[in-house]
């Protein structure tokens, strides 16, 4: 018999059922307070009124920088060389205030830096890490084409050779923060050998736009743009030298995929929070909706669901702490996680009833978000392919 | 430029507190966090350490069962180090204690240019320790400090009043309370909090401040708490009828709150 057995009968706590809080440790909780706190004072006063206006302030990027989120799983170079665990953990906080404010913070480190600092030269490293790390310098990844989606192989952007230059032609396509980005790494094929180079592309160089993509219905508070490559002139030193394979973006998603794995329970909190607290104090028929039995089921549903998957995504942390996280892992844990974050939105939006469809609630806009964040960075169908191949040794996608 | 900032560790306001009914004082059993009107003082120490082109700051607290947590985070916000006095016999200190033991320990701190404490606590609000602990010190002092600069051994300080502020001229060493509000905390950077649990933590004992038993904790409590009481329902608002004149009652009732 231990103190936990001793508590009465049908209490638990509804932010923290199973208690997972005591699975992190002092640091990781100071951390993990330290980034709810910033959304409380930064982002959630004015996150509405930015989706709804369809903006990203651009000046958040230096803040998001002096707390040390751009790029913070990454050693040196400017950045904070936190555990997989603790950026896991800033993610879903992020993600609590909006799957825009994750999604820059993704792309940023996960996307932008991390090719740089992982197959970039020691004289790439210096020039773009630290000024990205302080948010002095923002980034985007371009590797999606209007007709290269879950195939990205099949990408038409080419990289010729020119004398000692590289010439880029071609369009990428839903790049976040792609027209307030200093820097882009692109991604393009060289048609003579089909290698597959990353290039640091400031945003400035002649033949380079990247035109702003409009009347999205979700992540409205994120820029989403294409980006166009017009005879771009690069010199040499604007190749990443470390690779010339699928394997260099691949990588880069796998690092953001892991971030998603984890925002999207911050996405689900919010609502289920939302529901529950709607629920206690929405009165018909003179008793709290929460009295419903029909009402319970639906929040108990979702508290079990952010339990389940804040659960999965701290184990597939502490795997990639230990370094024994596979990309399948990461597959697992992106395709569920996502898929029930958007199923417990839903559910909240239900609760909410009429105010269920407004931004002066969070949940229509974690709804409307997470219908993004389920088709992006591999879409459900996708990963749950990579999941089917990795159990019967059968790929259903790919010959 | 070294600065000594005293920082709170208080149960967090935002849980539901409970008094103890035996001792009538706050339980202090559960996780203890910085108090937040310390926070100015820290983040002003911090600026006027990086305004005086370095120096250190350094925490003096004084808490139950040792605890560090409240500490952790004014060290990932930038301080150096910190002095922790813990002792099972402090329980039960009351403010003049708490300034006796705040002095050893900020006695134990070498090259103190300066001490900064806030007006007051959040859980005790007595408003006393700055006074008492620049008494025990026998250093100058100066409250309620909305800016402070230094420069050519004097603090320059303006001293929050009523009206506006006073400027009032102090030499260094000295002992200054900052008004909660008047600077923004940093937020602890994560570079700062994975630093924290390695920066220098100095935990002592009251053995180790010179301080007999008897001077402190209950023992050498010069005040008791006698009763507590819940607080008084709120009493329904006044409601002022405007015959041309209402403007002029709202002005003179918020004059006598003092607001404005």
Known sequence: MNASDERPFGVGDPRDFLEIDALLDDEERMLRDTVRRFVDDRVLPDVADWFEEGTFPRDMAKDLGALGLLGMHLEGYGCAGASATAYGLACLELEAGDSGARSFVSVQGSLAMFPIWRFGSEEQKQRWLPPMAAGEVIGCFGLTEPDSGSDPASMRTTARRDGGDWVLNGTKMWITNGSIADVAVVWAREPETSAIHGFIVPTDTPGF?????????????SITSELVLDDVRLPDEARLPEVATMRGPLSCLNEARYGILWGAMGAARACYEAALDYAGSRIQFDVPIASFQLTQRKLVDMMVKVNKGTLLALHLGRMKDRGQLSSTHVSFGKMDNVREALWVAREARGVLGANGITL???VIRHMNNLESVYTYEGTNEIHTLVLGQAITGISAFRA | MNIVVCAKQIPDPAEPGELDPETKTLKRDGKLILDESDMYGVEMALQLADNAGGGEVTLVSMAPDNKVDGIRTGLAMGAAKAVLVSDPALAGTDALGTAK???AAVGKVEGADLVLTATESSDGYTGTVP??????????S????????IADGKVKVQRQTDAGYDEVECPLPCVVSVTAGVVEPRYPSFKGIMAAKSKPLDQLALADTGLEADQVGWAGGGQEIVGVEDAPEREAGEIIEDDGTGAEKIVAYLENLKLV
């Open chain 2, 101 to 103: 033991v705040l002095a």
């Open chain 2, 142 to 149: 100066v409250t309620f400090a909305k800016h402070i600069e």
């Open chain 1, 209 to 221: 736009s990247a035109p702003e993509i409009h009347r999205k219905l979700s992540l409205r508070a």
């Open chain 2, 131 to 140: 006074e008492q602990l620049a008494e025990l010190l026998g250093l100058p």
């Open chain 1, 360 to 362: 002066e609630y969070p």
